[in-house]
């Protein structure tokens, strides 16, 4: 368990450094609530954005989760408590105004950092005035 990346994993990395290219500042592996124990990858603070890029394993994939084969009641509970708190996180931030943009590991980079500079741009827009 130790070995596995919490942050700084490869889809995170290509999706920041597309992001930052297109002139974009964020925080990373950031509280996007102080007072909430969870991070997002990235957190664009003014904006209220909070983007998390989701592993397919880690979080129940559709697409690409598949049950483990030893100690499978451990690990699928397990599994199911993160997306369960994956869905509390994105209902608590929404409750306090902040824009949850959430990618699959597999989901092409370009395609997720053209998503969150047109949502960080559109919110500059319409928060900051």
Known sequence: MQAIRSRDTKPERLVRRLV????LRYRVAAKPLPDLRRTADMVF??????VFIDGCYWHGCPEHYVPPKTNSGYWSEKVLRNVNRDRDT????????????????????????????????????????
């Not at 930052?20 to 002139?23: E, I, K, L, Q, T």
């Not at 603070?45 to 909070?50: D, E, F, M, T």
């Open 20 to 23: 930052h290219a297109s002139g």
């Open 90 to 129: 994105d209902r608590r931030l929404d409750e306090a105004g902040w824009l949850v943009l959430r990618f699959w590991e597999h989901q092409n980079s370009e395609d997720c950092a053209q998503v969150i500079v047109a949502a960080v741009e559109e919110r500059r827009r319409f928060l900051l005035g």
């Open 45 to 50: 603070r003014p904006a209220k954005v909070a």
